[in-house]
């Protein structure tokens, strides 16, 4: 329930913007429309890099994983003595 009030908010707060936007001069409203597309620009950009990080992340952790199981997998085929860590 709480993620459609969100929703609604947004769309209320984006129209709101959207005409005060369309009420102002020409160079002011192209000002503002261009900042405003460089932040979005920026934010989708950071978005991109942190699920590339995330994803590089995981692979990192699942190679880790592996090479764990693999020395886990060598020591209980020998002697529990021959190791003693």
Same mark, same amino acid.
């Given at each position: 329930? /709480?993620?459609? $009030? $969100?929703?609604? &908010? &947004?769309?209320?707060?984006? /129209?709101?913007?959207?005409?005060?936007?369309?009420?102002?001069?020409?160079?002011?409203?192209?000002?503002?429309? $261009?900042?405003?597309?460089?932040?979005?620009?920026?934010?989708?950009?950071?978005? /991109?890099?942190?699920?590339?990080?995330?994803?590089?992340?995981?692979?990192?952790?699942?190679?880790?994983?592996?090479?764990?199981?693999?020395?886990?997998?060598?020591?209980?085929?020998?002697?529990?003595?021959?190791?003693?860590?």
């Amino acid at each position: 329930m /709480a993620y459609r $009030s $969100s929703l609604a &908010m &947004m769309r209320w707060t984006t /129209a709101f913007f959207v005409y005060q936007v369309s009420r102002l001069e020409g160079d002011l409203q192209i000002m503002i429309l $261009s900042t405003l597309h460089l932040i979005l620009f920026c934010l989708a950009a950071l978005v /991109a890099v942190a699920i590339g990080v995330a994803i590089h992340e995981r692979r990192r952790q699942r190679g880790l994983t592996e090479i764990l199981r693999r020395i886990v997998r060598r020591r209980s085929h020998h002697h529990a003595d021959d190791y003693p860590f």
